[in-house]
């Protein structure tokens, strides 16, 4: 059985950092790209940052560009996405989630629907 958990999440205030982890279990993902999405209240799931099979160079939504990095360590089946100076408009739930098939080098070419495994979600408040 698949299992992706978020964890990190909690409250902080502008321009703090946050270091969200995602643990796989049931299966070996070194083979799939991995990627983090976050839902905010009344807005639609939106891309934030995904990492490629290989360990290659990361792609990231302009909105986050320059302040989170995404790591991941394939042989703790473990994914990381580091937020630095964090903004209000960063509050959102945070999921991680894993593609079915390695389609692609680069990990921006995957769309949502490639995503096949998801988590819970973590949420993430950004407020003073």
């Known amino acids: 059985q698949v299992q992706l958990v978020e964890s990190g999440g909690g409250l902080v205030q502008p321009g703090g950092s946050l270091r969200l982890s995602c643990a796989a279990s049931?299966?070996?993902?070194?083979?799939?790209?991995i990627g983090w999405f976050r839902q905010a209240p009344g807005k639609e799931r939106e891309g934030v940052s995904c990492?490629?099979?290989?360990?290659?160079?990361?792609n990231y939504a302009d909105s986050v560009k320059g302040r989170f990095t995404i790591s991941r360590d394939n042989a703790k089946n473990m994914v990381y996405l580091q937020m630095n100076s964090l903004k209000p408009e960063d509050t959102a739930v945070y999921y991680c989630a894993v593609t079915s098939a390695t389609l692609y080098y680069s990990c921006a070419d995957y769309v949502e629907d490639d995503y096949a495994y998801w988590g819970q979600g973590t949420q993430v408040t950004v407020s003073s």
């Open positions: 990492i490629s099979t290989s360990d290659g160079p990361p």
């Open positions: 049931g299966f070996t993902w070194e083979y799939y790209a």
